[in-house]
């Protein structure tokens, strides 16, 4: 068997796997609720020769095909969470979930990992090793997420995953990948900032303790732990993305609370950041007469791609995409990554797929209401991840 029979059996079923990606964006399920997604999965996967555990970790499902030879077991990941975006496409299989939305294509790698395990388990006898496909819920769920309660439901044991390699559709042209060997993405934390003060008459501030103006302040000094305390080569981002506080235009609030996100590349600036930010959240509120509480939430970890593996993957990628395809990222981008929690337990690569063409441009910003990926993506997607089985399993 070689590779151009896959890539005549991915054509062969490309048209079904895209009708059941449509038949996913229609159901946009949030974090933790993807109940009818993961029983659509299930259906799809029933009558292939897999093991299928339900309800891993949640909604998680974790199918294994097993070869008809010893050798290495692989873990192939697609997440299957929507966001709470209302959908604005004007496409004939929109969300029928009013509010919610697949704005960041997990309804597309669900559908591909769907197809990829229909085309491998056709080849069940030949395949040197196992092959686990772990679609996981919860994915958006930052910083809980959903691929360590699946972790320790046990997906990577019993057999021991050897490696894991996840995808994503990204802004960048079909028939294209992008990623980073070794730090990929960045760390990405959630901070609350609440400061409290006292109440008065917006006529009288002297009779109360400003919460509002103690707020301003820590919004703009936070800034300066960026241009003051990291070195000209360190990288992160500190960024205040809610602020609430005040019923009344002319009352002075007791309480004002701040949320934001911390994005960092690496576990020494992260530790002096949060240093930095407990400092300053309880001086400058105290400077106001104010008192500041700091809580510090450790959300996703960086992605570390292997890499060795990384290597391997252009290698094994190179032919089927051409080397001008395989774009090699100058520096990690600031987005957290769920599956960041697998990378640091088994050797694995995180790449970017893209996802753009003349139809949609401008159309495939991650996050936004008007999110088209492009379908053919899907055909793109299901090659790389056979190629890349058929290579390390010797198929």
């Given at each position: 068997m070689n590779f151009?029979?896959?890539?005549?059996?991915i054509n062969e079923i490309y048209e079904d796997i895209v009708r059941f990606r449509r038949e996913l964006h229609k159901i946009?399920?949030?974090s933790g609720k993807e109940r009818e997604t993961s029983r659509k999965v299930a259906e799809k996967l029933k009558d292939l020769p897999l093991t299928i555990r339900e309800n891993v970790g949640g909604n998680g499902i974790l199918a294994e095909l097993t070869g008809g030879k010893p050798g290495r077991t692989i873990l192939l990941r697609a997440d299957m969470d929507a966001l709470p975006i209302a959908e604005?496409?004007?496409?004939?299989?929109?969300s029928e979930h009013p509010g919610a939305m697949h704005a960041c294509g997990h309804d597309m790698h669900t559908a591909m990992l769907t197809g990829i395990a229909t085309v491998l388990s056709k080849h069940k006898e030949e395949l040197a090793g196992t092959v686990k496909f772990m679609f996981q819920p919860a994915e958006e769920l930052s910083p809980t997420g959903g691929s360590r309660a699946m972790m320790e439901a046990g997906i990577l044991e019993n057999?021991?995953?050897?490696?894991?390699?996840?995808?994503h559709v990204f802004g960048v042209p079909t028939g294209t990948i992008a990623f980073r060997p070794g730090v990929a993405n960045s760390r990405s934390d959630r901070i609350e900032i609440v400061i409290t003060g006292k109440s008065a008459h917006g006529s009288l501030p002297n009779e109360g303790a400003d919460a509002i103006v103690a707020a301003a302040g820590v919004v703009t000094t936070l800034q300066s732990i960026i241009s003051r305390n990291l070195g000209p080569s360190e990288n992160a981002v500190i960024t205040i993305g809610k602020i609430n506080g005040g019923d009344r235009y002319n009352v002075i609030p007791d309480k004002v609370i701040l949320e934001g996100t911390v994005r960092t590349f690496s576990d020494e600036v992260v530790n002096r950041i949060k240093s930095r930010l407990g400092n300053i959240v309880k001086d400058i509120a105290a400077?106001?007469?104010c008192a500041g509480e700091?809580?510090?939430?450790d959300g996703y970890d960086f992605i570390w791609n292997d890499p060795d593996l990384s290597q391997k993957l252009i290698g094994s990628l190179t032919p089927l995409l051409g080397k001008e395809n395989i774009r090699i990222q100058e520096f990690p981008l600031p987005t957290g990554e769920d599956f960041s929690f697998v990378t640091k337990k088994v050797p694995s690569v995180f790449f970017w797929i893209g996802t753009e063409c003349a139809a949609n441009k401008g159309k495939c910003i991650l996050h936004n209401a008007k999110f088209t990926p492009d379908e053919e993506t899907i055909r793109t997607g299901m090659n790389i991840m056979c190629k890349l089985v058929c290579d390390r399993m010797s198929l």
């Open positions: 151009e029979q896959i890539t005549k059996e946009p399920e949030l604005d496409t004007g496409l004939a299989y929109s057999p021991k995953v050897d490696e894991a390699y996840a995808m400077a106001h007469g700091l809580h510090y939430y």
